[in-house]
């Protein structure tokens, strides 16, 4: 079993930033990719940004520029650095981990999830 712990979020005025950290814990040996997805009230969970244990990333479109992904294998951790926040950004953020296979070598594809932690911009 995998467990996502998110830290990091809080208020923030648009134009500021804040640094959201996610810490995986278990019988990990690898993990294919970690990210963040996002959900404000009222919508669909979204993608906000993905990176694989190569190092290569995805971003979605609205924030692209603003936000940067980086990953620790060996810690098994992944951050959201966030600059340039808009009121829009505000949302539930929540960490992902697909593709984990544990200290017995066993492969899950599937996604972990962690509890969210909130972002709140302020116009």
């Known amino acids: 079993q995998v467990q996502l712990v998110e830290s990091g979020g809080g208020l923030v005025q648009a134009g500021g930033s804040l640094r959201l950290s996610c810490a995986a814990s278990?019988?990990?040996?690898?993990?294919?990719?970690m990210g963040w997805y996002r959900q404000a009230p009222g919508k669909q969970r979204e993608l906000v940004a993905v990176i694989r244990s190569g190092g290569s990333t995805d971003y979605a479109d609205s924030v692209k520029g603003r936000f940067t992904i980086s990953r620790d294998n060996a810690k098994n951790t992944v951050c959201l650095q966030t600059i340039s926040l808009k009121p829009e950004d505000t949302a539930v953020y929540y960490c992902n981990a697909r593709g984990v296979r544990d200290s017995l070598m066993s492969y899950f594809r599937g996604d972990y999830w962690g509890q969210g932690t909130q972002v709140t911009v302020s116009s």
């Open positions: 278990g019988s990990i040996f690898s993990i294919d990719a």
